[in-house]
């Protein structure tokens, strides 16, 4: 299996501050990556899809880049409604895997 | 809107099998470019992929839990199943249904989420 690693598992930030999490696969994946995002007590929500492809509806603030095996998910200027915990997710190979996720708290 | 909903018993007695439904309110439920998953989350731990099915009914599960997992789909009813047997306290956890797409690239991914419900094995 690919294994995903995210990093920190955890961060404190302010609302206004940039916000960087980053993602590594054990192996190259391509740009078969995706980030979701999951507020407490919620359903995960999709941000951004094969790495860097903002999905519909997401704001600007949220960007994705990377490829092979080191990717990053960005937020320019966090918002009250981002604290939250962000997953990344591989489809390269089945099993479909999932980093351990990166809590964002106030 | 589309919309995914999670049903079944939220308790069950270990060696006993888990059985959850996911009702589809979508017309695009039969058509191409998706697939229909399920995602587990155990306490406090990360996402764990289950498996999927397509509309025609190819499946494709994960390799730990193979052996136990069957996923089935009613198209007359828009939804999808989950079976998982001889479960274990292990298996407690919130399974979510989801939908998968295939946009033509090699990636996949899942737009849209149930709410999830939580299934606790115990006696």
């Known amino acids: 299996d690919i294994q995903m690693t995210q990093s920190p598992p955890s961060l404190s930030a302010s609302v206004g501050d940039r916000v960087t999490i980053t993602c590594r696969a054990s192996q190259k994946i391509f740009s078969s990556l995706n980030w979701y995002q999951q507020r407490p007590g919620k359903a995960p929500k999709l941000l951004i899809f094969a790495a860097s492809s903002l999905q519909s509806g997401v704001p600007l603030r949220f960007s994705g880049s990377g490829s092979g095996t080191d990717f990053t998910l960005t937020i320019s200027s966090l918002q009250p409604e981002d604290f939250a915990t962000y997953h990344c997710?591989?489809?390269?190979?089945?099993?479909?895997?999932f980093g351990q996720g990166t809590k964002v708290e106030i | 809107q589309v919309q995914l909903q999670e049903s079944g018993p939220g308790l069950v007695q270990p060696s006993q099998t888990l059985s959850l439904t996911c009702s589809v309110s979508?017309?695009?439920?039969?058509?191409?470019?998706?697939?229909w998953g399920w995602i587990r989350q155990h306490p406090g731990m990360g996402l764990e992929w289950i498996g999927h099915?397509?509309?025609?009914?190819?499946?494709y599960y994960n390799p730990s839990l193979r052996s136990r997992v069957t996923i089935s789909v009613d198209t007359s009813k828009n939804q999808f199943s989950l079976k998982l047997t001889s479960v274990t306290a292990a298996d407690t956890a919130l399974y979510y249904c989801?939908?998968?797409?295939?946009?033509?690239?090699?990636?996949?991914?899942?737009?849209?989420w149930g709410r999830g419900t939580l299934v606790t094995v115990s006696s």
């Open positions: 979508v017309d695009s439920f039969s058509s191409g470019g998706y697939n």
């Open positions: 099915i397509y509309y025609s009914g190819d499946t």
């Open positions: 989801a939908r998968g797409v295939q946009d033509g690239s090699p990636n996949r991914y899942f737009d849209l």
């Open positions: 997710q591989q489809s390269y190979s089945a099993p479909w895997t």
